[in-house]
């Protein structure tokens, strides 16, 4: 019999602009160090395979699958969740998203918002390619991909 030994390791995150310490194996995916040891919800799980888009958080303003990429990827960059996108939900895509009620569900919204994020921060106007394009691998259940597009176009005009 092969025992396998665990190696825990104390890591420095930054999340939404905070430093974190945290203590976890390197290969652990981030999803769990947000959910279960910072209590940062608002990323969800679903897939667990990377192919949803529910669990995206931005690393360095670039959109990551957090179920899937190991703690220790994110280390010395800086990590955005759903939380951290704006205090009193005033973001141009939030307000966006409420003004068109592109949520049904809701449950993969915090992905889909920061895909959109990364999206208007290299490409403020964005053309309905474009949108498809960075949307593509993001899933939405109850469909709503015509209200996102709509909503990522008001953002851009915003």
Partial sequence: MVIKSIKIEIMELTINKQKYEVNATPDMPLLWVLRDMLNLTGTKYSCGIGLCGSCVVLADGQPVRSCMT?????????????????????????????????????????????????????????????????????????????????????????
């Fill in 70 to 158: 190991e703690v220790s990827f994110f280390l010395g960059k800086d990590i955005t969740t759903i939380e951290g996108l704006s205090i009193d939900g005033n973001h141009p895509l939030q307000l966006a998203w409420e003004e068109v009620d592109v949520t049904q569900c809701g449950y993969c919204q915090p992905g889909q918002i920061l895909t959109a994020v990364a999206l208007l921060n290299s490409n403020p106007a964005p053309t309905d390619t474009d949108i498809d394009e960075a949307m593509k691998n993001n899933l939405c259940r109850c469909g709503t991909y015509r209200r996102i597009k709509e909503a990522i176009h008001l953002a851009a005009e915003n």
